[in-house]
């Protein structure tokens, strides 16, 4: 079993806050602070340049793409690290179009997290081969999935109500109809088990820094599937992705495998972060994980439609069809959340009107959940949310 | 004056060293251990989620981008931080591509950094309409710029030469030819006076762990001249550099100038780091500073081409004709920069034969000059490279 209390342990939560926000950003990891000082003194402070070779430095991203590997069921050798996840989303979609090329529908859902949705515009406006993108609604999906349809290209579990999609069956339904299957991975990786191998997705990405806690910004991961890693052509062909970096030839040749998805210089000092709020999932079993995450959200759910009336339930009450986390309607939404957030509940707001909780069982408990429906309730049966300063937008919601 | 013995003490460089290799990753200053520690425990540790607000972590890439701005010639507002060089020459360069339309070719020099060039020959198989990318040797850049070239996309200083190419005139001359200039500032930006906005450059990129000494791996910049933020389109659409990244919308739009050549989440722990670093540079006259790099590199060449036997300069002698750093020639220059390196002085070899010295007036002087040639010149009179383990190549050279 694993041990809830002992990872709870490694993360830095202030006294007083109850953080149902993990799905948006991770806590510290305690770890983290004195890995980043020791490798600030002792790699770059005394290794200077050299600490490419002997810290570590260049192998980097493949190292803890592997160790991240072993959390979504990818094969050794099949993850790299490296930029922001819209950037991998980009490099994912352009292999997967070029490996189907006479096909001319890019295929995605209104769930999918907007950027995805952007950098398939970009892209798609830079080929300009005729391709189209088609967003459908969530449960539209399988049913849109016909032999025009060049990539399916989906967010596992929805941004918004952690609606999750069936991976293996809807990547099964592409490949039958002849389409290459890009997964979104950020609201899967490190909340709920995931089998990128054997559900025979040809690409995933995903971000580290929500359930795998890497901080503000960390750097996202792209899986190529064996069978496409020697064929799949970068379109970001930057230096670090060819066969030989250090020879400064002219022209670009791929690199071997997964290798090629590397583009410019790694991220030293955020990768090193990763690093050591990877740390916390040594010893820890998903499916203990997903198993305490249903119950958590469970018993937020019941909790919340038994004692705080006006909200709507924007998730699926199924623990097996959602992700680690709960949403609610309410016109007032916003407003309800900055109450919430002004008494230390941390939860976040997605427009139009959804107030979204994430449950994280490596360092949230029964207690939390039950702490933070108590303040909500009072927020609600009180109508304390109507205050003029929590109607007023911030920058980020 | 800049009191060089002041930003000297702003870094931290081991006992015994002589650093010579600022060109390719400057030193950890000082400063950066106790703000990446507050960034984590006070701001992150502290604020969540909040941090994108209260912290200021949304506006830092604009923030920092504007520090950048000031020692390149760059007006408030043009310049904007995020993902790695390579990924800034892409987006710098596709939007140049599409502000003219009508022309096939992309011209460079083989002096180039490798990984533009890989870069451009992604694109150019991805855009798929005809396009060349032309590489000429780099004193033949200027006569090669004629009515067919799109864009002119170069580096300013040649990584393995330092041959500095003269940025107004030869971005006078494409845009007498109708053609647009990508300038890469990867040796230029902290190690000479730049003036984007007074070359007239359409397009600027460059890294910050070199001359800014941001920490390997730190996040790269890009500069837009006024006259196209607004009309460039964003080949990289991510929903940071959206109208309004927090609306959600399922299409993209274009954000308002800069902001539009943001892509996905700021990688905040390495900006935090860079922005420390920055601190180093105020106060300091770039004109001070290139007068001291000529100062340094002149008495390199001088001492090494009288006391070292079998060296070839690689560089020229007219300072104001080159970067900040020095390269000799020597079949055997892998061997020799090992010998150097194990006796404490730093630089890098390039291949195929150049070992490159790169002179940073803000930590370097003459007494280290002198150290280094001393040291080189023991190496060369008695042969000290030639040993079995010199010979052995390193992953990162």
């Known amino acids: 079993m694993t041990d809830f209390a002992r990872t709870r342990a490694l993360f830095e939560i202030p006294e007083g806050v109850i953080y149902l926000d993990g799905n ?4 510290l990891p305690v770890a983290a602070k004195k890995r980043v000082a020791d490798m600030l003194s002792e790699e770059w402070g005394k290794h200077l340049i050299k600490g490419w070779n002997v810290s570590g430095w260049m192998a980097q991203p493949r190292r803890v793409g592997d160790r991240i590997g072993k959390l979504i069921g990818a094969p050794e050798g099949t993850v790299v690290m490296g930029d922001t996840l ?38 798609i406006g830079s080929l300009g081969r005729g391709l189209e993108l088609k967003v459908v609604e969530p449960e539209e999906v399988e049913a849109a999935i016909d032999e025009t349809v060049a990539v399916l290209m989906v ?34 990786a490190g909340a709920l088990p995931v089998d990128v191998y054997g559900a025979d ?26 069978k496409h890693a020697e064929t799949a052509r970068p379109a970001l062909s930057g230096w670090l992705g060819h066969e030989a970096p250090f020879a400064f030839d002219l022209d670009y040749r791929a690199g071997q495998g997964i290798d090629r998805m ?16 990877l740390d916390a999932w040594e010893g820890v079993s998903m499916l203990d994980v997903r198993a305490a995450s249903i119950g958590l959200c469970d018993l937020f759910i019941r909790e919340v439609e038994g004692r705080c009336p006006g909200l709507e339930l924007a998730t699926t009450r199924h623990g097996h069809q959602r992700g ?12 309800i959340m900055q109450a919430l957030i002004a008494r230390g509940v941390i939860g976040d707001f997605r427009a139009p009107d959804a107030i979204r909780f994430g449950f994280t069982p490596l360092y949230i408990g029964e207690k939390e959940v039950l702490g933070a429906v108590a303040i909500l309730e009072s927020i609600m049966k009180d109508g304390l949310w109507d205050r003029p300063e929590y109607h007023r937008k911030a920058a980020v919601t």
């Open 24 to 27: 948006s950003l991770g806590p």
């Open 262 to 277: 590397r583009v410019g210089t790694p991220p030293v000092i955020a990768l090193t972060v990763l690093d050591a709020a």
């Open 86 to 123: 819209s950037i991998k989303v980009y490099q994912a979609l352009a292999a997967a179009l070029d490996l189907n090329p006479d096909r001319k529908v890019v295929l995605s859902d209104s769930g999918n997290f907007p950027s995805d949705l952007y950098m398939a515009q970009g892209l």
């Open 201 to 226: 997705a040809d690409f995933a990405v995903g971000c580290t820094y929500k359930y795998l806690n890497g901080g503000p910004g960390a750097p996202a991961f792209i899986y190529v599937a064996p």
């Open 155 to 188: 967010t596992e579990v929805d941004y918004r109500t952690g609606r999750l999609h069936d991976m293996k069956a809807l990547t099964q339904k592409a490949h039958a109809a002849g389409a290459l299957a890009v997964w979104d991975l950020a609201h899967s």
């Open 324 to 335: 680690s986390q709960v949403s609610f309607r309410h016109p007032q939404g916003y407003a």
